[in-house]
């Protein structure tokens, strides 16, 4: 989610009594509980060991020496607008005396709700997709799904059911990551943003439409998988190749202090083993907010933003810029746009240079920079393909994954979930009998993925992970590329002397062995907002969580609470660093 929108909801609803019990007491993938959830924090932290992995459990006892087959599809489910409003005060929020189409004549407004509370759809700008790899290697099957959603819930929620249609129509999957691509003018799937602040803006009906897509597309790529070879390609986006100094605004930014973030593109091409110039598909990561058209003019069409047309462009090609020099062509297949870390605001936003079509920048947030953006990033990769890939054959698929939990302090959040503004998501290790606070918080199951091919380590993330937990950086000159790493005339400046220790994350997947290009699968298993460090973790003094504290701590009040760190972070360290069977 974007800056200093949407707070509304937690302003209104700070009086609301925290006793009804309207939370679901459920699991995860398999239907159990974390044990011990909200009690010692210990178990919570941690765990003996995944609670599966393959190769080498019963359902998938061994490997074909790297031999790796991969299917890829994309399906469509972009709603029709037929309820359509006029604004007759220009501020973009239909209120309830705006006049609307009654297509169904039922007396009611049904919108399609976009990002940032009362923004109601008015007509479709690009469509809005679920685009899914599946890879197999042995006995092992794993799917991973990237939807254009600002997010999707996991336990008990929108994403085990997708699972579950998925396994129930393909058996042999051993294990689905879905992830989202974060889409602000994508439909609300969270149910965060209806009319008003105290309406949810959750259609089930459309996450059953969102979740058959993406189980289509996984079916699709599981009956029509091929032997693979991977053509991988990597590079730090600057806005001067190679100089770490010339920073980085032609592509993204970071607007929270500290400005600490990780602006690597990797590129994986998966070509057909008889023919290579053949793609099956291609997964690409890099990590940037998709928001561009939800902050310009004419904000009230749905869109997938920059990605779209950065798929579009690694698939068909993509014009010189400026106009007048070789085209590249595009290299077919389907392309998987895979979110990374962006907590924190990491996006082309707040009057960041985009180069235009002729070459001149667009620094106004619109649909036209979003497609800049977007035919930019696919430019580049489809140069760095053509200039700069390496080629591998021996691709072993290996994954361990768990299930366990993160504590729920957020006041606002905690009543979304109880008076039902949220879509559903499991929750345990709390008394729904008696009022929620200290001691009696709710726990959110999430599941965590480590998932490896050949040479690519990749790790999920259920929300938006702030880039310092992801490469350090705290040294404030290693991963800021030129930028100022904060602004000390702020209160409540960043605490470094509390800076975790290393090794961080993105260490721990390079420490597995093998591996070369390191990924944050962001917005993965789960969506739980910001996921805030810390030791750079600040609440205001009088209403915490529902005001932001003075200095850059807006994402404070989109967390679970302070320990989110602990409780989602540390377990996936320790995921990463697991090694089951040895």
């Known amino acids: 989610?974007?800056?200093?929108?949407?707070?509304?909801?937690?302003?209104?609803?700070?009086?609301?009594?925290?006793?009804?019990?309207?939370?679901?007491?459920?699991?995860?993938?398999?239907?159990?509980?974390?044990?011990?959830?909200?009690?010692?924090?210990?178990?919570?932290?941690?765990?003996?060991?995944?609670?599966?992995?393959?190769?080498?459990?019963?359902?998938?006892?061994?490997?074909?020496?790297?031999?790796?087959?991969?299917?890829?599809?994309?399906?469509?489910?972009?709603?029709?607008?037929?309820?359509?409003?006029?604004?007759?005060?220009?501020?973009?929020?239909?209120?309830?005396?705006?006049?609307?189409?009654?297509?169904?004549?039922?007396?009611?407004?049904?919108?399609?709700?976009?990002?940032?509370?009362?923004?109601?759809?008015?007509?479709?700008?690009?469509?809005?997709?679920?685009?899914?790899?599946?890879?197999?290697?042995?006995?092992?099957?794993?799917?991973?799904?990237y939807l254009d959603c600002t997010g999707l819930f996991g336990a008990g929620g929108d994403i085990d059911a997708l699972v579950a249609g998925a396994k129930a129509r393909v058996p042999e999957l051993d294990h689905v990551i879905v992830g989202s691509t974060h889409a602000h003018d994508a439909v609300d799937?969270?149910?965060?943003?209806?009319?008003?602040?105290?309406?949810?803006?959750?259609?089930?009906?459309?996450?059953?439409?969102?979740?058959?897509a993406a189980i289509d597309a996984i079916v699709e790529a599981a009956g029509d998988l091929h032997e693979a070879e991977a053509h991988v390609a990597?590079?730090?986006?600057?806005?001067?190749?190679?100089?770490?100094?010339?920073?980085?605004?032609?592509?993204?930014?970071?607007?929270?202090?500290?400005v600490i973030f990780d602006p690597t593109l990797t590129i994986v091409r998966f070509a057909r083993a008889d023919d290579p110039t053949q793609t099956i598909g291609t997964l690409v990561n890099w990590a940037d907010h998709p928001e561009m058209s939800a902050f310009g003019p004419d904000n009230l069409q749905i869109s997938s933003h920059f990605p779209h047309w950065f798929r579009d462009g690694v698939e068909h090609g993509t014009p010189s810029v400026p106009p007048g020099g070789a085209d590249e062509p595009g290299i077919g297949g389907v392309t998987v746009y895979a979110q990374g870390a962006v907590g924190g605001q990491i996006g082309s936003i707040r009057g960041a240079p985009v180069p235009g079509p002729d070459g001149t920048p667009i620094t106004e947030s619109s649909h036209e920079k979003d497609q800049a953006l977007g035919v930019n990033l696919a430019r580049r990769t489809l140069e760095l393909l053509r200039s700069d890939e390496t080629v591998y054959t021996d691709l072993p698929l290996t994954y361990r994954t768990v299930q366990v939990a993160a504590r729920l302090d957020n006041i606002g959040l905690q009543v979304a979930y109880l008076v039902g503004i949220l879509a559903p998501h499991a929750a345990v290790g709390y008394d729904p009998g008696q009022p929620l606070g200290e001691g009696n918080n709710p726990w959110l199951p999430f599941r965590a993925t480590y998932f490896q091919i050949g040479p690519v380590g990749m790790v999920t993330m259920p929300g938006e992970l702030h880039p310092e937990l992801w490469v350090g950086g705290y040294d404030c000159s290693s991963w800021t590329w030129g930028y100022p790493c904060y602004d000390d005339t702020l209160p409540n400046l960043p605490d470094f002397d509390n800076a975790p220790a290393p090794p961080y994350l993105r260490d721990l997947v390079l420490a597995n062995p093998g591996v070369e290009y390191p990924m944050l699968l962001g917005l993965a298993h789960d969506y739980f907002g910001y996921i805030v460090p810390a030791y750079n973790y600040v609440l205001d003094d009088h209403n915490p969580y529902l005001d932001e504290a003075d200095g850059d701590h807006y994402e404070e009040t989109y967390s679970l609470g302070p320990d989110v760190e602990r409780h989602v972070v540390h377990p996936i360290l320790q995921l990463v660093a697991a090694r089951p069977g040895e």
């Not at 100094?245 to 930014?253: C, E, G, I, V, Y």
């Open 1 to 145: 989610m974007s800056s200093r929108q949407g707070t509304g909801l937690f302003a209104l609803i700070c009086g609301t009594a925290l006793v009804a019990p309207s939370l679901v007491a459920c699991g995860g993938d398999d239907g159990t509980s974390p044990a011990d959830a909200g009690s010692p924090d210990a178990r919570l932290e941690g765990f003996d060991q995944p609670d599966d992995w393959c190769p080498g459990s019963d359902h998938c006892a061994a490997g074909d020496g790297g031999r790796l087959f991969v299917g890829a599809a994309a399906k469509i489910y972009t709603p029709e607008i037929t309820e359509t409003w006029t604004d007759l005060n220009g501020d973009s929020e239909w209120q309830s005396d705006e006049p609307y189409v009654d297509a169904n004549n039922n007396g009611k407004f049904d919108a399609y709700w976009l990002f940032g509370g009362g923004r109601a759809a008015n007509s479709v700008k690009t469509d809005l997709e679920a685009r899914a790899l599946v890879f197999r290697e042995g006995d092992t099957e794993v799917a991973l799904a």
């Open 189 to 212: 799937t969270l149910g965060l943003w209806g009319a008003t602040a105290l309406e949810s803006g959750y259609n089930a009906a459309y996450n059953q439409r969102v979740q058959q």
């Open 234 to 258: 990597t590079q730090l986006l600057l806005n001067t190749p190679g100089d770490p100094t010339s920073l980085t605004d032609q592509w993204n930014k970071d607007i929270r202090d500290p």
